[in-house]
């Protein structure tokens, strides 16, 4: 009854918030527990121990484990960052950039500071969570599709590029956001209310069907630009982008990460339809299908191009 009601009365992205405390208190509680049990398995397995061995000894110099097993993670601080008010919107932004990165109003400005820090981390060039490297940066952008925007930086930091961008989020409290920081480029930039997946009706859209529906159709020369990014929902998404995959002028950048076998499968799924692929460097740790287990190691991001 309790429960009920506090999922009816709060809003959904306040209690996003709160169980991001929550879950990351237990998250670090868990991890604290499996130092013995990690270093044993890899003190059992030398070729596993060879194949991380960076990683192994930085999780062991910190006393902890990461998300990101990497000095690099120390260059940065949430005390560091600079929060602003726009006091005609009632939002908080900072400045990325040279342009304004807002957030939600639900948020509180340590939130923000934590949220924007963790963005830097993740986009760091020595990370595993990079979406851009340089050379992969150095191609011709004329349509963006940000699946999974959130703040919105990534599709933010090409913006200026691109002929149209479109920005694919649910959540409400980001989608206000979005319009404002990206209200400069409000003719190029096109908010989509719309979860994408292998299904098209009701929330649920398929790249396929979105692309084929849009009041300006893409010609099959027209260079395309996917971000997946989706709470591993990612598999979902590539089931329903097999015409948009089929095109030539398509890069795609898609989370790994999220599903142990996620790596694997989205690599052979996209070399079968021509594609060379790369890997972002290094790994993470982190599980979200509740599998922290051995090997423990996951790879970031993958990189796709013809």
């Known amino acids: 009854m309790l429960k009920e009601f506090y999922r009816n009365v709060v809003p959904r992205f306040i ?9 990351n208190r237990k998250t670090l509680k868990i991890y604290s527990r499996l130092i013995p049990e990690f270093n044993r398995y890899f003190g059992e397995n030398a070729e596993e121990r060879g194949k991380y061995a960076g990683e192994i000894a930085t999780i062991n110099q910190m006393g902890d484990i990461s998300l990101f097993p990497y000095d690099f993670v120390q260059n940065y601080s949430p005390e560091k ?32 500071r934590r949220i924007y820090y963790e963005l830097l981390i993740e986009q760091d060039a020595a990370s595993p969570h990079l ?7 150095d191609a011709k952008v004329d349509t963006i599709a940000d699946i999974g925007s959130a703040e919105g ?14 920005l694919f989020e649910c959540e409400a409290g980001w989608q206000e956001a979005l319009r404002a920081t990206f209200e400069p480029w409000q003719d ?18 398929t790249l396929d069907h979105f692309f084929g529906r849009i009041r300006e159709p893409l010609d099959s020369a027209t260079p395309i630009l996917i971000k997946i990014d989706v709470e591993g ?14 095109r030539e002028n398509v890069r795609l950048i898609c989370c790994t990460y999220h599903k142990q076998q996620d790596a694997a499968d989205f690599e052979a799924l996209l070399n079968g339809y021509g594609y060379q692929t790369g890997f972002s460097a290094g790994y993470m740790f982190l599980h979200n299908d509740g599998a922290i287990a051995p090997p423990y190691f996951r790879k970031g991001v993958i990189r796709a191009w013809k």
Do not use: C
């Not at 960052?81 to 726009?86: L, R």
């Not at 979406?131 to 940066?137: G, L």
């Open 81 to 112: 960052v600079q929060v602003y008010k726009d006091q005609k919107r009632g939002l908080t932004y900072v400045v990325h950039k040279d342009k304004r990165l807002y957030f939600p109003r639900a948020l509180s400005v340590k939130r923000v």
């Open 153 to 166: 930086v990534w599709a933010l930091d090409l913006v200026e590029r691109a002929r149209a961008v479109y």
């Open 15 to 23: 209690r996003s918030a709160r169980s991001y405390y929550i879950e």
């Open 131 to 137: 979406y851009m490297t340089e050379a992969f940066n």
């Open 188 to 205: 190029k930039v096109t908010l989509v209310n719309k979860f994408v997946s292998d299904k098209t009706g009701g929330e649920k859209v």
């Open 233 to 246: 929902a990612e598999a979902l998404v590539l089931g329903g982008a097999a015409e948009t995959l089929k």
